[in-house]
């Protein structure tokens, strides 16, 4: 499984940090806004509560007299009083139940359905209550008058819930005085209006707030890690005409100093290395070329000397194959060296790959008669290209095809071109390639399973020139891995022109 890039893994952790952050912060919040509310709604209902007192029958009042209408008629206007002061209305109504002292009903609230309900609560809430303590004791009365002052009143300190009715929430508050019950409840609709008007600002900014810190964390991130990605290119850059680029320090952050610092000495190390072994390789190449073909030359002219057919006359023959092995190994050491270091030298003429390919076709006649050879191209395909070291490319695709064929097996050259590139597909039959093999074919000095490999001259220089070649001519040379009971090779090259009649032809 792919994981996320790490930008990207910033981004997601500083929105997840702050969406944290942020919820918490808005719930917290939320219920303090919610309980700020609650706790001045329970301020306004205990001030009504106390100011409840004046409209309470006065102690030792006579039951008869306590239902008159006087009474009632002061318990609307109180509760007339309350809907004004809580501002509410139909919709959010108030709820009043007052009981005298012995729990009869002096008033309650009738006007609304839900009124039924609440009073229900309201008088299951004053019979929690406990009896109010006794009053303070009353000052003599004095000679010249025959009544005293009224009595001092303790109530009951308020109580104040929340109750739940089937259509709303009522903030309830109950007390009881020495003589009167009184209970009032107020509809929590416009409370709940305001916490729900506040929680939909949280579910529509929390969102948007996290994702401008998404979007920050992903451009702070980006430019954090710039020095990361010129390192990245730098580093794909690094082919053997890209080891003297360097990635400047003066711009950087602190954090990556040291980092560039370290891939700069790095680069400058292996750049000194891979020259000093090209060098070596191609002066090394350079410095045999000549005794080899000395060396060549004598045997060649001692062989015309010696009595022909002797023991000698095939020592010498087999030690000039040897020596022509030699130099071909050192041709190629030079050439790949050359290629190497960006300066394998082109002669570019008008190359002729039709032509090319015929030639090729006959000296595969004459070395594998055995083989059933298909063509399929065109004549005329011509292109811009140095026609010898094109010659050494093809002659070592049609030399492992006739190498690694299977007895009695075939061969298929064919073309496909386009108006700008010319691919030449050569395939043989041949067992199947191993995946490590096809991974390292064109590596230098590979020659994969020597069990496979043993009886098979070559030293695995010709797919790693022929590579190089191609690539000199701005083309490439790739190995068909998909294909199974054969060995595919494509050469691309860029094409000059197109053109000519196809030739088909199948010799066997």
């Given at each position: 499984m792919k994981l996320p890039s790490f930008r990207l893994r910033i981004a997601l952790l500083s929105?997840?940090?702050?969406?944290?952050?942020?919820?918490?912060?808005?719930?917290?919040?939320?219920?303090?806004?919610?309980?700020?509310?609650?706790?001045?709604?329970?301020?306004?209902?205990?001030?009504?509560?106390?100011r409840a007192t004046p409209n309470?029958?006065?102690?030792?009042?006579?039951?008869?007299?306590?239902?008159?209408?006087?009474?009632?008629?002061?318990?609307?206007?109180?509760?007339?009083?309350l809907a004004d002061a809580f501002g509410t209305n139909t919709k959010t109504p108030i709820a009043l139940l007052v009981l005298d002292a012995n729990g009869n009903r002096l008033y309650?609230?009738?006007?609304?359905?839900?009124d039924v309900e609440v009073n229900?609560?309201?008088?299951?809430?004053?019979?929690?209550?406990?009896?109010?303590?006794?009053?303070?004791?009353?000052?003599?009365?004095?000679?010249?008058?025959?009544?005293?002052?009224?009595?001092?009143?303790?109530?009951?300190?308020?109580?104040?819930?929340?109750?739940?009715?089937?259509?709303?929430?009522?903030?309830?508050?109950?007390?009881?005085?020495?003589?009167?019950?009184?209970?009032?409840?107020?509809?929590?609709?416009?409370v709940d209006q305001e916490m729900a008007t506040i929680r939909n600002i949280f579910l529509v900014s929390i969102p948007g707030s996290l994702l401008l810190v998404a979007i920050g964390a992903w451009l702070v991130s980006g430019g954090a890690l710039r020095p990361i990605h010129q390192l990245t290119g730098v580093i794909q850059q690094v082919t053997v005409k890209?080891?003297?680029?360097?990635?400047?320090?003066?711009?950087?952050?602190?954090?990556?100093?040291?980092?560039?610092?370290?891939?700069?000495?790095?680069?400058?190390?292996?750049?000194?290395?891979?020259?000093?072994?090209?060098?070596?390789?191609?002066?090394?190449?350079?410095?045999?070329?000549?005794?080899?073909?000395?060396?060549?030359?004598?045997?060649?002219?001692?062989?015309?000397?010696?009595?022909?057919?002797?023991?000698?006359?095939?020592?010498?023959?087999?030690?000039?194959d040897e020596v022509r092995?030699?130099?071909?190994?050192?041709?190629?050491?030079?050439?790949?060296?050359?290629?190497?270091?960006?300066?394998?030298?082109?002669?570019?003429?008008?190359?002729?790959?039709?032509?090319?390919?015929?030639?090729?076709?006959?000296?595969?006649?004459?070395?594998?008669?055995?083989?059933?050879?298909?063509?399929?191209?065109?004549?005329?395909?011509?292109?811009?290209?140095?026609?010898?070291?094109?010659i050494q490319v093809l002659q070592n695709l049609f030399s492992n095809a006739i190498k690694y064929n299977l007895a009695n097996g075939w061969i298929k050259i064919r073309t496909h071109q386009t108006q700008t590139t010319l691919h030449v597909i050569i395939a043989n039959a041949s067992k199947d390639i191993p995946a490590s093999d096809s991974l390292r074919i064109f590596d230098r000095f590979y020659r994969g399973d020597p069990a496979?490999?043993?009886?098979?001259?070559?030293?695995?220089?010709?797919l790693s020139l022929a590579r190089e070649i191609a690539r000199a001519h701005h083309g490439d040379l790739i190995l068909d891995s998909t294909a199974f009971g054969q060995t595919t090779f494509t050469l691309t090259l860029p094409m000059k022109e197109v053109g000519g009649e196809r030739r088909e032809k199948v010799r066997s």
């Amino acid at each position: 499984m792919k994981l996320p890039s790490f930008r990207l893994r910033i981004a997601l952790l500083s929105a997840a940090l702050a969406g944290t952050t942020l919820v918490g912060f808005g719930a917290v919040s939320w219920f303090q806004i919610y309980n700020a509310k609650i706790s001045r709604l329970d301020a306004e209902l205990l001030n009504h509560l106390m100011r409840a007192t004046p409209n309470l029958p006065p102690r030792g009042e006579p039951p008869e007299n306590q239902g008159k209408e006087s009474r009632p008629s002061r318990w609307q206007f109180y509760e007339d009083s309350l809907a004004d002061a809580f501002g509410t209305n139909t919709k959010t109504p108030i709820a009043l139940l007052v009981l005298d002292a012995n729990g009869n009903r002096l008033y309650q609230s009738n006007s609304l359905p839900a009124d039924v309900e609440v009073n229900r609560l309201l008088l299951k809430r004053l019979q929690l209550i406990p009896l109010p303590s006794p009053p303070q004791r009353e000052p003599p009365p004095p000679s010249n008058r025959n009544v005293g002052p009224p009595p001092f009143l303790r109530p009951r300190p308020p109580k104040f819930v929340t109750e739940q009715t089937t259509k709303a929430a009522w903030r309830i508050g109950a007390t009881k005085f020495p003589n009167a019950q009184v209970g009032i409840a107020v509809n929590l609709q416009a409370v709940d209006q305001e916490m729900a008007t506040i929680r939909n600002i949280f579910l529509v900014s929390i969102p948007g707030s996290l994702l401008l810190v998404a979007i920050g964390a992903w451009l702070v991130s980006g430019g954090a890690l710039r020095p990361i990605h010129q390192l990245t290119g730098v580093i794909q850059q690094v082919t053997v005409k890209g080891l003297d680029q360097r990635i400047p320090i003066g711009t950087t952050d602190v954090e990556f100093v040291e980092l560039i610092q370290v891939f700069n000495l790095m680069l400058e190390r292996l750049e000194r290395s891979f020259t000093q072994a090209s060098r070596f390789s191609g002066d090394a190449a350079h410095e045999l070329k000549t005794p080899l073909t000395i060396l060549q030359g004598e045997l060649e002219r001692t062989l015309q000397q010696v009595e022909p057919g002797s023991e000698v006359q095939q020592r010498l023959s087999n030690l000039l194959d040897e020596v022509r092995r030699l130099s071909g190994i050192m041709r190629k050491l030079l050439l790949l060296s050359l290629a190497d270091a960006g300066k394998m030298s082109l002669y570019l003429v008008e190359v002729d790959m039709s032509e090319l390919l015929m030639e090729m076709l006959e000296d595969v006649e004459m070395l594998a008669p055995h083989l059933t050879v298909q063509t399929d191209f065109t004549d005329g395909l011509r292109l811009q290209g140095d026609r010898d070291l094109l010659i050494q490319v093809l002659q070592n695709l049609f030399s492992n095809a006739i190498k690694y064929n299977l007895a009695n097996g075939w061969i298929k050259i064919r073309t496909h071109q386009t108006q700008t590139t010319l691919h030449v597909i050569i395939a043989n039959a041949s067992k199947d390639i191993p995946a490590s093999d096809s991974l390292r074919i064109f590596d230098r000095f590979y020659r994969g399973d020597p069990a496979r490999t043993r009886k098979i001259e070559g030293i695995g220089l010709g797919l790693s020139l022929a590579r190089e070649i191609a690539r000199a001519h701005h083309g490439d040379l790739i190995l068909d891995s998909t294909a199974f009971g054969q060995t595919t090779f494509t050469l691309t090259l860029p094409m000059k022109e197109v053109g000519g009649e196809r030739r088909e032809k199948v010799r066997s």
